[in-house]
């Protein structure tokens, strides 16, 4: 039997590196390294005489997500260009080796010579939408005996790029109302708060709805019976006087996500049972709402340190 194992094993291992083949050396230092890099340094510096002085004469740039079959690539020429329209229309532009990644140059035994691959980080304002550019970027660069650059396969996210195509014609999004059922639903579940009735106020909420505020880390969200508990514990301490509107809500229905949203702006004034103690606090809610009428969220942009003061 440990006969039969011992052979198991060699015939195992001899099939193991008969499936390995090497195909060339990985470089973490290449003139095709420092070449790419600068060229790119320069391209975002607006230095056009130099970035042509990297690329190869018959230079191809493309798109390594597009689904188009028949693309011949953008040439030297059109891809000069950019480097001018890039410096008028980005602003705060900065281009970097994403953290902790760097580039490898790979010389293939095969004809394709070597290869280039970078991994960085862009980050840029357009000066015309107001579109802010914050994503990585992969790119691949085919090198030419001589370290000129023969062509770049670029592999980003389209969405920034498609929001900023959108951006200049102008487009609708759904509809303000400034009367309807779901604001009415709102002032019903404030003036309920208004006169102590959490068991109403919060009747009009889903039962797994969740609430937000300001003084909450990032993220964080509490449950409909969480909420509804802190609303009787700070009644204990306090009285509200008035829970009055500012200006009307707005309700928004929109045509992107089918989101529906009451927006609204009010002033509690509450009293302080222990010394008299007045205070009035401003809210900022956004409340979120099914197809059945019911609220699934609130946002609430206040504070409560108010609260607190001596």
């Known amino acids: 039997m440990k006969k039969h194992v011992i052979i198991f094993m060699m015939l195992f291992?001899?099939?193991?590196?008969?499936?390995?083949?090497?195909?060339?050396?990985?470089?973490?230092?290449?003139?095709?390294?420092?070449?790419?890099?600068?060229?790119?340094?320069?391209?975002?510096?607006?230095?056009?005489?130099?970035v042509a002085s990297y690329l190869a004469d018959d230079f191809k740039s493309y798109q390594g997500t597009s689904l188009n079959k028949d693309a011949k690539g953008t040439n030297k020429e059109n891809f000069l260009k950019g480097v001018?329209?890039?410096?008028?229309?980005?602003?705060?532009?900065?281009?970097?080796?994403?953290?902790?990644?760097y580039p490898d140059a790979i010389d293939y035994k095969d004809d394709s010579g070597v290869w280039v691959q970078t991994w960085n980080h862009l980050k840029a304002l357009d000066n015309k939408t107001g579109v802010r550019l914050d994503m990585p970027i992969h790119r691949l660069y085919q090198m030419t005996s001589d370290n000129k650059i023969k062509n770049i396969i670029t592999y980003d996210n389209d969405l920034p790029w498609?929001?900023?195509?959108?951006?200049?014609?102008?487009?609708?999004?759904?509809?303000?109302?400034?009367n309807h059922d779901n604001i009415n639903t709102v002032r019903l579940m404030m003036?309920?708060?208004?006169?102590g009735?959490?068991?109403?106020?919060?009747?009009?909420?889903?039962?797994?709805?969740?609430?937000?505020?300001?003084?909450?880390?990032?993220?964080?969200?509490?449950?409909?019976t969480e909420e509804k508990e802190g609303f009787?514990?700070?009644?204990?301490?306090?009285?509200?006087?008035?829970?009055?509107?500012?200006?009307?809500?707005?309700?928004?229905?929109?045509?992107?996500?089918?989101?529906?949203?009451?927006?609204?702006?009010?002033?509690?004034?509450?009293?302080?049972?222990?010394?008299?103690?007045?205070?009035?606090?401003?809210?900022?809610?956004?409340?979120?709402?099914?197809?059945?009428?019911?609220?699934?969220?609130?946002?609430?942009?206040?504070?409560l340190q108010a609260l607190s003061a001596k």
């Open 197 to 224: 009735d959490a068991d109403k106020g919060f009747s009009y909420f889903t039962e797994d709805a969740t609430f937000s505020n300001l003084d909450m880390a990032q993220g964080e969200r509490v449950t409909l």
């Open 191 to 195: 003036g309920a708060l208004e006169n």
């Open 84 to 101: 001018k329209w890039v410096k008028e229309n980005w602003s705060y532009t900065t281009y970097k080796r994403t953290k902790g990644a």
């Open 13 to 50: 291992t001899v099939i193991m590196y008969s499936q390995k083949k090497k195909n060339g050396t990985v470089y973490s230092e290449h003139p095709a390294i420092t070449a790419v890099e600068s060229m790119m340094q320069a391209y975002f510096d607006g230095d056009e005489d130099k």
């Open 162 to 178: 498609a929001e900023r195509r959108r951006s200049f014609a102008p487009r609708t999004n759904g509809t303000i109302y400034n």
């Open 232 to 303: 009787l514990g700070m009644l204990e301490k306090w009285t509200i006087e008035s829970i009055d509107v500012q200006g009307y809500p707005d309700y928004l229905e929109y045509e992107l996500g089918n989101g529906k949203v009451v927006q609204s702006w009010w002033i509690v004034r509450m009293k302080r049972k222990s010394d008299g103690k007045k205070v009035k606090l401003p809210l900022m809610l956004t409340h979120d709402f099914n197809d059945e009428g019911k609220i699934t969220g609130e946002n609430g942009y206040y504070t």
